[in-house]
């Protein structure tokens, strides 16, 4: 083809005539995209989300948002003359009556659970690399709203189909939400039109679940997008890639086939899953009544670590003047999400105070570069990992045999021991994957050929590594240190004065100084003993 | 926005080392020039005609899959009717088996095709600070104050406050509205439907329950109150458990007078977060919560004995009617359920009060 199409060139010129759309894409149609796997982790949640909004606007056609009492006369048989809400018959409807509309049913919730595991992965990612750097914290935040909007989003859309899984979540927002001290009964009798359960509640949260979150769902997902594309994606560091350019495939038409292909993956994958993996039975479940559960209810997965802690907590309840101030449910409910959520928020500003780092950062950090940041993350992530798995108690011991209240007080401890070791051990890790970058550098890749040399010594060769590999390693960048050293008047600098100073300059020493710089022959352990070679070790080697 | 890497036609000094796709100038948006698609570019591999050729019988295959699963799509809806739930199996599973394959195969097809047929790039464009540059800071800047003395919102204080003072109302508008949400608490949580009199009926069935039945030790039975079987408002606070002791075995805990021969009724309400405390240990007497794991002794006044639950569910004083059957002989003397902020300590109050009448 050597030019465009009449039907093309012709809408092309309409467009431009009318928009300029030209000089948009003269930019940007061969917007350069760097390429990791990793960076694809994002677009997980993005086609998630779209799925999630065609899913969805299929099952409203039938869905019906009513607490109103019904007898179920479809064609389940076992729940024919059962009384219950026109939103579990509806959900039943769609399940059995409607061509399709259980694989519709399956594959949203399929969708909903990978969505927010795509953010999460996505934000691990974003954490572990440092591409939250600036000019990138605005997108940080935004993205820290959307996970914690999608936490709200699905708690929302489960609480809808009114089974008896689905009221026990309810129920526990519940008491949850009439814990909260001075306001905690009138937020309730407000959510739930009086007392609970009430009549209201399934149709309050269909327009939060299907218009007002989405909405700004959608509306935050633009931004963030938009952002990535102005600010451009960050790159791991490699040959040729520098702070100031950034090395791919152009958007056309290379990386917008992949896309296509991505998202059509993504797709296939939940269509596989709505098809293949039963998820939620609502059937086997019954209509809600306050009155029953069954044993081993379990939460989507994301709600997993709020469950965890309200297992853990200790009975405590503070009562003073006439009133009550339920901790054993406000600790849990709130302290676990206020400290992931407040922590990744604040994260990016509290570095950027303690390193003093004010530049632009385009190339990613390896984990293990950045030690304390790698550390503190996977401490995180120890945290939300110990109060997850506890919200799978009463499976843990049934499955493992191990007394059920011995796991509630193994994760008492736990929740706080588990961090500190994640800490510890994830910094020793990063240091031993610095001195193995550092001794590749040095000295090179073992090549399996051993030589003798002439005076009868064994060497293994020692061969550079590849390019692309050694320029990777050595894109590890210097993490700055506050300077907190006082003057020979015994006055330290600007910015370190006071408690805070000392104690902002400690913890820049702490959080910058790198052990083992690349350039330095730092590691004090004989290296040369630790290689095949034979014999002496003050002999010159063959790389170099 | 700063990321124009692309280099206009006064801008030679920008001009990045290699940039590939820069339309030639003075060219129409895709116009009509004859696109130089050959030429070798730096950084970019062209792939190997021959296999390109292989590739492309590949992927013309996989998209061929995709039609006919797409087909088989449609004749699955036209052919599997549901109804059943062995019906609607088969339905989900040829609606969803002929979606999954056809959007697989699909998306295979594209993977072969960007990684087999378009060439390999490793192009570099510049990236330039965020930051506008320090004139137009300036000129914002100075506009802004030159708009703003313009606009006279600085100068004309009494505007301005009254333009504040006007927004505050306003601003409280919607919260106000959102009053109707719901009516407000008053005493409603420290009430339910149970009164002297009324009949223990069994959940489920409806039927009344006669002492004199109720007699194996260790039996349990999930009870509501007649006329509120179906009443979820009335159930979320009313609902029973009704266990029979041998009397020796009751401790100090349980309230003697409010039992009938053994016949304990605790609120099936925990005290935690609300979740029905179903599960019941006979040989520990042990009431459990399936929920957070709140147990309470069911022989000791239904006291915590583990978990995050604060205070022992309730015990709802019951006698029997002239006929012997289960009837309430008062109201729970204290708030059942989860512990909300007006609630107070109900336990020592209540104790107090009983206290009084003996």
Known sequence: MNETPKPIAGTASYLDDRLGAGSFLKRNLRKVFPDHWSFLLGEIALYSFIILLLTGTF????????????????????????GMSEAYASTLHISFEVRGGLLIRQMHHWAALLFVAGMTVHMLRVFFTGAYRKPRELNWIIGVLLLTLALAEGLTGYSLPDDLLSGAGLRITEGVAISIPVVGTYVTFFLFGGEYPGEDVI??????????????????ISAHMVLMWVQKHTQMPGPGRTEHNVVGAPFYPAFMAKAGAYFLFTFACIAGLGTFAQINPIWLFGPYTPADISAGSQPDWYMGFLEGALRLMPAWE??????????????????????????????????QWITGDRREHHLADRPRNAPVRTAIGMSGVAFYGILWLMGANDWISAFFHIGLYETTIIGRFAIFIGPA????????????????????????????????????????????????????MRGKKEIPIVPGDEDKD?????????PIGKLRAKASKFYGTDHVPLDGDGHGHGHDDEHAAVGAGDKPRELH | MTDNELPGPDDEARVPRRVIGTPAQGTAVLGTRPATAEVETPGVTLPDPADARRAERTVTLLFFIAFLAGIAFIASYVIFQVGDIDSTGVSNAALGGSLTVALL?????????????????NIVQERHEMRSDGDTRDYVGKTFVAGANESGFVKHKM?????????????????????????????????????????????????????????????????????????????????????????????????????????????????????????????????????????????????????????????????????????????????????????GDAEADAREARGNQS
């Not at chain 1, 099952?59 to 059962?82: C, N, R």
């Not at chain 1, 090179?444 to 990777?472: F, M, N, Q, T, W």
């Not at chain 2, 998306?107 to 060439?119: K, Q, T, Y």
């Not at chain 2, 159930?235 to 309230?255: N, Q, V």
Request: hydrophobic letters at 45%; aromatic letters at 8%; a neutral charge.
């Open chain 2, 159 to 343: 505007m301005r406050r009254t333009l504040l003072l006007a927004a505050a109302p306003l601003g409280l508008a919607p919260l106000v509205l959102l009053k109707d949400l719901g009516p407000l608490p008053g005493t409603s949580l420290r009430h339910t439907v149970w009164k002297k009199g009324m009949k223990l009926v069994v959940e489920g069935t409806g039927q009344p329950i006669l002492a004199s039945d109720f007699d194996s030790p260790g039996g349990i039975l999930s009870v509501v109150p007649e006329g509120y079987e179906h009443d979820l408002n009335a159930l979320a606070k009313a609902t029973l458990i009704l266990i029979k002791f041998r009397p020796e075995d009751l401790k100090s805990g349980t309230i003697k007078n409010w039992t009938y021969d053994g016949i304990v009724a605790y609120s099936k309400i925990c005290t935690h977060v609300g979740c029905p405390a179903a599960l019941y240990e006979q040989t520990t007497h042990h009431i459990l919560c399936p929920c957070h794991q709140s147990t309470f002794d069911a022989t000791d006044g239904a006291k915590v004995i583990f978990g995050p639950a604060a205070r022992p569910l309730p015990q709802l004083p019951i006698g029997v009617d002239g006929q012997g059957y289960l009837i309430a002989q008062a109201d729970f003397d204290v708030p059942v359920g989860p512990s909300f902020w007006e609630r």
């Open chain 1, 318 to 351: 503070i009562n003073f003047l006439g009133h009550t101030v339920p901790l054993s449910v406000l600790i849990p409910a709130l302290v676990p999400m206020g400290i992931i959520m407040t922590g990744l928020a604040v994260y990016p500003f509290a570095e």
């Open chain 1, 421 to 472: 070791i994640a800490y510890w051990v994830t910094y020793r890790i990063c240091l031993g994957l610095q001195r193995r970058d550092q001794d590749i550098l040095s000295h090179g890749v073992e090549s399996g050929v051993i030589k003798r040399l002439p005076h009868g010594e064994y060497i293994e060769v020692h061969v550079p590594p590849a390019e692309d590999i050694a320029e990777h």
């Open chain 1, 59 to 82: 099952l409203t056609f039938w869905f019906k948002p009513s607490m109103q009492h019904v007898i179920y006369a479809g064609s389940y048989q076992p729940l024919v003359g059962v």
């Open chain 2, 105 to 121: 195969a699909l998306s295979a097809g594209v993977v072969v095709w960007v990684r087999r047929i378009m060439p390999k790039y």
């Open chain 1, 490 to 498: 015994g006055i330290p600098p600007k910015g370190v004065r006071g």
């Open chain 1, 203 to 220: 149709s309050r949260f269909y327009s939060l679940h299907i218009l007002l979150i989405p909405g700004i769902l959608l509306a935050l």
